[in-house]
C-alpha cells in the first residue's frame, strides 16, 4: 500500500499534462468522426513522444526529488514503469472506444 501511495503522489506531479494530451487526442478522432481511424497512427506516436518528453523533463527537473522517494525504497525504474504503463494504457482503451464508436455510426457498418 506505501508503494502505491508513493506512485500515486509521483503521478500527481506531471498527470495534468499527461491528461491533457490524451484527451487532445481523444477530441481529435471525435471530432473528425468517421475518417478520425485514419489519424489513429499518427496520435499513437504523438502520445509515446510526448509521454518521452515528460518523462525527460520530470527527471531534469525533479531530480532532486528522486532522492525522496529512494530513500523510502521506490527506484527511478519502479516509479515510471507503472506510471507509465498506466498512462498508455488509459490511452489506448479510450482510443479503441472512441475510434469504436465513430466506425459504429457510418452507414454500412
Sequence with gaps: MKAFRLILTFYKSFA???YLITFACLFMVHRYGSKGIYIIQILFWFKISTL?????????????EFYYYKNLGMSRHKLWAPVLIFDFLFF???????????YESLPGS
Design 52 to 64: 518521452a518528453v515528460l518523462v525527460y523533463s520530470t527527471n531534469s527537473y525533479k531530480k532532486n
Design 16 to 18: 495534468l499534462a499527461s
Design 92 to 102: 489506448l482503451i479510450a482510443l479503441i472506444t472512441i475510434a469504436s464508436n465513430n
